[in-house]
């Protein structure tokens, strides 16, 4: 009797041990579709071998053994489907067992709602695309973003290949602190660097009997003649003779100032030497918006490029009946359509009064290589996840389909396991196509190397190349200002100064353009530059500039 007494705890003990041992082998992940999850840390054999970290396989996929959700906010151009209707995320989903809960919001909205996010607390796990260099400058050194180096190096060779491939994207993805908080996207292309050109409708020259205007005055006179000489031939005046939007870098009249001996670029900066340049208070300046007044006072420039939005521009080259006689935009398919598109012809830099021939050079994304657009911010759980899913866009056939469109839709796997583009839509213009079915600058990296290699050239890119390397390369003499990671104080000045700056020439200059009074106005207009810090402003950038080239 005393002898079964002492067995019995030890067999309590024995059962006891069992029972944890099995609840453990068969314990769930704390976290089940939410955004905060399991925070585990223990590794332990997946049911494929792979070693474990709480849900999530430590590689291959799928990425979790449970499917978790996460919040994701993103910006989105208003000709995109919504992400979750994309087929590529839908696969990727059946790969990686994540489901994205997207919150999109339109571009026309977007600066305004995200920076009600940063500022709210409430935060998403991340951000998905969309933002600068100046909300990761601000946002990441505060903790908001969290740092990925850390993640990167201990989830993602994808990533790591990336920064070896091209160092110069490890740099842009690298804050002014020496972290990295943010990835961006990288699509390197020559294009980028000629990203606004000017088309003219050539059967309208043709009936009107005029050349592709060469010079500020050929182009006046052909403008006169498309808005008064009845072109399309309805009899109605419903020509638009040249249209375009204000303040953006691709539909701008940015270039269009080269022809009196500088262009404008939407922040007044363009780079001489090594040296950085305003643009708005020179007299090269003052001489072109006096002289596009006078386009605008006769109804050669379409008043409504202040105001219409993209799809109000765009809507412009699609009529029944052709009534647009010029635009300024990346290239004629996007506005018109791949078949009315054949009929506009590129327009070389214009000769101005002074002899001046010039165009602007984008460097602003540094030939669309850029480090900020995707950050996971602090209210998520489970970074390590996001991590992996984020590395899986890296793969170089998953970059492209981000960039490009969905496999099996947009792009298809040739002979030789090269991707290449199936044929667009009949009415749809390939741009349309492309943005229907991808998010386009979400985190993804493709190179100039990568061309011919992984993916072939669009035939939009190749035509566009064309007329950059034939019409316009002679003459992009005139650099805007790299993309740089600006430290905090740096982004503070340009969210608040540089920001007043710009707001009051942007203001004067559509005044001045619409209205005309820049002559009477231009030396109050000078002092008041001289009050907001112009100068101080200019020393900034300069510093920035230095450092980044360094």
Request: glycine share 8%; aromatic share 12%.
């Amino acid at each position: 009797m005393v002898k079964k007494m002492k067995l019995v705890p030890l067999m309590l003990s024995v059962v006891l041990m069992l029972t944890l041992f099995l609840n453990g082998c068969g314990q769930k992940p704390d976290r089940e579709g939410s955004g905060n999850g399991t925070g585990k840390s223990a590794d332990k054999p997946g049911a494929s071998g792979e070693n474990m970290i709480g849900n999530m396989y430590k590689e291959g996929l799928p990425i979790v053994k449970e499917k978790v959700t996460f919040n994701f906010v993103s910006n989105k151009d208003v000709r995109m489907q919504d992400f979750e209707d994309m087929v590529f995320f839908k696969k990727m989903e059946e790969k990686t067992n994540i489901h994205i809960d997207w919150e999109l919001v339109d571009d026309s909205n977007w600066a305004q709602k995200k920076n009600l996010i940063l500022a709210s607390g409430e935060w998403p796990d991340a951000f998905y695309m969309g933002l600068g260099y100046n909300d990761v400058a601000q946002y990441g050194p505060e903790g908001v973003f969290i740092k990925l180096d850390d993640l990167i190096e201990k989830y993602c060779p994808n990533i790591q290949k990336a920064f070896e491939e091209e160092p110069l994207y490890r740099r842009l993805c690298t804050s002014a602190d020496g972290n990295i908080y943010s990835l961006g996207y990288a699509n390197e292309d020559e294009n980028q660097y000629n990203s606004d050109q000017l088309f003219i409708y050539k059967p309208w020259l043709d009936k009107l009997e005029l050349p592709v205007p060469s010079t500020l005055d050929e182009f006046y006179d052909t403008l006169k003649a498309f808005k008064n000489d009845d072109p399309n031939g309805n009899g109605k005046p419903d020509e638009i003779p040249f249209s375009f939007r204000a303040n953006n870098r691709i539909q701008g009249l940015i270039s269009l100032f080269g022809s009196f001996g500088r262009v404008d670029p939407t922040n007044h900066i363009i780079v001489e030497g090594g040296k950085i340049v305003f643009t708005a208070d020179k007299l090269e300046y003052k001489k072109a918006i006096a002289y596009f007044h006078t386009y605008f006072k006769e109804g050669l420039f379409d008043p409504e490029g202040f105001t219409q939005d993209i799809k109000q521009y765009f809507a412009k080259g699609k009529t029944e009946e052709v009534t647009l006689g010029s635009f300024m935009l990346w290239n004629a398919e996007n506005m018109a359509g791949t078949e009315r598109a054949e009929n506009y012809v590129p327009v070389p830099p214009l000769k101005g009064p002074g002899g001046h021939q010039i165009w602007r050079k984008y460097n602003g994304n540094n030939g669309s290589i850029n480090g900020a657009g995707f950050a996971i911010t602090k209210s998520c759980n489970n970074p390590e996840i996001i991590m992996r899913w984020v590395d899986q866009m890296y793969e170089k056939k998953n970059s492209a389909q981000i960039i490009w469109g969905a496999l099996d839709i947009v792009l298809k796997e040739g002979d030789s396991g090269i991707l290449e583009f199936n044929p667009t839509p009949e009415g749809m213009g390939f741009d349309e196509f492309r943005r229907k079915n991808a998010p386009l600058f979400g985190p993804s990296a493709l190179f100039a190397k990568d061309y011919g290699k992984v993916v072939m050239h669009p035939d939009f890119q190749k035509s566009k190349m064309k007329i950059k390397r034939e019409v316009y390369d002679p003459y992009l003499t005139d650099e805007s200002l790299p993309g740089i990671p600006y430290t905090k104080e740096e982004s503070d000045w340009l969210a608040s100064s540089g920001e007043d700056i710009n707001n009051y020439v942007d203001d004067n200059r559509a005044k001045w353009l619409l209205n005309g009074g820049i002559e009477k106005e231009w030396d109050e207009y000078l002092k008041r530059l001289e009050q907001l810090k112009l100068a101080e402003h200019l020393d900034m950038l300069q510093n920035a500039y230095d450092r980044f080239i360094k």
